[in-house]
């Protein structure tokens, strides 16, 4: 019978771990700022980028700053870029030669 006994706190510990994980955005609904500078695909320039991402998964969720803009702050498009699986890498600029 004393083999049964760990069965319970096993079941316990599962139902409360998958209820944390079902809750997870609930539970830590914050999200931080970071920066990617990258080749914006819909503009079709290169762009420096402020996210916020969710503090439980990492996930994208607004865009706060983008330099095509003009003040950055007033982002005005679909915020596509934050659909992107990967970040296209900003071309390099061509340097103008002294003559």
């Known amino acids: 019978m004393w083999l049964l006994f760990p069965v319970p706190i096993f079941l316990a510990v599962t139902a409360a771990l998958v209820g ?6 609930r539970l830590f609904p914050g999200t931080f700022a ?3 500078a990258f080749r914006c695909p819909f ?3 290169d762009v420096s980028v402020d996210f916020k991402e969710a503090v439980w998964d990492g996930d994208l969720v607004d865009v706060a700053a983008c330099s095509a803009f003009s003040p950055p702050q007033d982002v005005r498009c679909e915020k596509g870029c934050l659909m992107l ?3 296209p890498t900003a ?3 061509a340097a103008i030669p002294a003559r």
Not at 20 to 25: Q, S
């Open 43 to 45: 503009r079709d320039t």
């Open 85 to 87: 699986a990967k970040f």
């Open 20 to 25: 944390v994980l079902g809750a997870g955005r």
């Open 91 to 93: 071309r390099a600029e």
């Open 34 to 36: 970071t920066k990617h």
